[in-house]
């Protein structure tokens, strides 16, 4: 259909274990150096973690004139407002030259873990004189401990209605919950509200934090952390064969996404154009015991249809790569059913290993780095790859970083949860 | 470029006033309430211990035929019960559609924490002395013997999707949004524009959400947005009368089968009306207070109106928020005069929370439903509790009682915590 508008990505903003801003981030990935560090080194000791990537220099004050509404702010959320400020600033956009109300934002994110200590005081005041929790108790002197504004600090969609807030955008918000997946779909998401006419910019993207107690139990439990043994920053190293789950990372990654014509009557840079978005679920919850993953093949198939692309035109594929043996594995089954015959000039990387796994923010920091691939005709090497799991041969990047003509990226992201996406990125 | 129509062709829904939608409408025609005491834990020294619970519910029958939602919440059953419902409703069986051209938008909400163990994990690691309250080594120690890896997924904002495209065969495109209180009618919303795009032929869309726990109950309560009306559960949520002093809390589900008009047609589907405009903005004012010069929500009607090509002229029906609060009934009021006008007085709006209480995710989904039954069937639903009139809600909210009015176009209003603010339009399909 010829009315529909293309999309441009004209700003980035990310924080991450790297650092604050794109640039940092970009570097990391371009020479495989990992920020990923041991838990002693960031007084996380105490935690079952062989390595995690923290984001350590890192002030919410530097971004919020508003001290206030810092009291307001998780950690996730200060992040995404931080991530805000910067992508506007990268993109040149002052809310002042825009029209607001065109001006809309989504997110990708999930549950916000409590802070243990500020919910601990409401519980500590319901504990009755035998040392147990009490409902009773609780309900009379445990929740008057709380912070009043407490729930608020917590609720999925505050990090984007922080960040509509204090950037005054007034357009179209939503907030994406399907989870590691979550922000490549809030980016897709938001391409479809600019292609058909009710934004003319979105920041897209997501934010995430699971380096707390809460998030680092659940994970636990569940069984996904790694447990190598490697160093820290060698820990993590999807498709390898050593590769044995996740090392968790924390940050957010933000796009400028901006119609085509608004870009250039701003005369504004662009990292790339969007053109192409798919999903699709696969119909089993837990990557390691799925034998149902043809979401992952539909979901990139969708997106390079909706771009008009053949498997064969693509450049670059940024990799899902979680680092879950089954899931490397599928994904690698995936890619490998779109090209029955040879990769020909399919390269494939993934960026995982340089930040630990974002989560429900991956898909945010992973897409500046799909952007920037189409952008800077560069392409990153796989970071620990160091002896292939035979059963995930892909065409990688690997060692250093390869200089090669780019039209088309490829980014894919699987959801824990069965909810695929994928975007594609091109050169302009 | 002619754009595709979308019709729904099922509906579904799990509430406080029944378990399906046949039940929940002869109800709300009748002016029923479905609040009353908070009987999912003990709230007994809450300040508010009231909330409009899901009855009844068949838990087990969905266990024993699907053992694999043992540790599921109950926001995802409620889930599970619509859709069916849905489905069915719509004529929709195993292969009878494109598994690949069936999609789903929903608007499932959080299912907070597992409480108990998270309390027994928490109780056991408060240090004695200096320091932080919690310690996080302890912490961990004791979670992973307390608590259960399923249903700390369980527990994940995305596993009620999950369950939904597996028990469906959903192989189209895939999303779920939570945008508080707003969640289910930008998931219709949203859900509109893919098919209407070419994404989809048909969409599973809606919510469900159950908020009544204890950490739900206490953190609305500390920001002060519930009602205290313990004594009288039935009076307690009263959208837009002077005595109103909070939203009621409630859950449950609310799911839809939208379709492109021609796959209907084909499939000789019953069409119960069309999705024909989504309008969505945000207040970017304050996180708990609308925006009191209400341009994000009279901008959210009004390009729900311009999508749909109507204007205020045409609208016959308006389901308000309507949430009970001081705030928001006034500046709903406000936003509603704003989009229409010289008109606003004579377009009837009412607040189904008044009976249903609030599903946060779920309430649009099921509004929706309600909107297209009172198109059905002519007749408007009440807003009960209605006795004192508010100088700033001066309009008209079919108090009390339901009323006969044919609807051709309505509009679905809500508003979500921190500023989204959707409204849906919905018009009459003639066959």
Redesign the interface.
Known sequence: MSTRRRVVVTGFGVITPCGNGWESYWDAAVHARSAVRSAEALNLGGFPLNGVGRVTEFEPKDYVENRKSLKLMSREISFAVAASRLALRDAKLSAAECDPTRIGVTLGTGIINNDLDEMGVGFQNGVDANGHFSMTKFGQDGIRALFPLWFLKYLPNMPACHVSILNQLRGPSNTITTSTAASTQAIGESYRVIERGDADIMLAGGTDSKVNAMGISRLHLLGFLSKRTAAPEKVYCPFDENHDGIVIGEGAGILVLESYEHAKKRGVNIYAEISGYGSASDHNYDPRDSDDFTGKRVALRRALEDAALDPEDVDVLVANGSGIPQEDVQEALAIHSLYPKDFGKLRVTAVKPVTGNLLYGSGGVEAVIAALIAKQQIVPPVANLEKQDPLCSLPFVRGKAESCQVNSVVLNTFGFGGQNASLVFKHV | ?SKRKIVVTGMGAVTPLGNNVRDTWLRVTQGKSGVGPITL???????TRIAGEVKGFPFEKWLERNPPLACATRSTFFALQAAAEAYKDAGLRPFSVDS?RFG?YFG?G?SG?DFDPF??T??A??NSGAG???D??R??DH??RN???LK??E?????T???L??LF????????????CAASS?AIG?AF?WIR?GDADVIMAGGSHSMIY?MGV??????TALSRRNDEPEKASRPFDKKRDGFVIAEGSGVLILEELEHARRRKAHIYGEIAGYG?????????DMDPEV??AA?AIE?AMEKTGVGPENIDYINAHGTSTAVNDALETRAIKKAMGEYAAKIPASSTKSMLGHMIAAAGGVEAILCLLAMRDSVLPPTINYEEPDPECDLDYVPNTARRSDVNVALSNSF?????NICLALRKHHG
């Open positions: 470029m834990f003990d709230a007994s020294t809450f300040a690949r789903i499932a959080d924490i309390v027994k928490i109780v690691s408060f932080e309250l919690v996080k080594g912490y961990l979670a992973s608590m259960t890896a700390e997924l527990s994940q904002p995305f596993m999707v999950t369950h495209t597996r065969d959903i192989r189209g495109p895939v999303s779920n949004c939570l945008t508080a930008q949203e524009e795009r204890p206490a953190g609305f309560s500390l920001l969505s903005t945000a207040d970017a004012y304050r996180l708990t341009r994000g901008r390009i979500g915590f921190g500023g989204q």
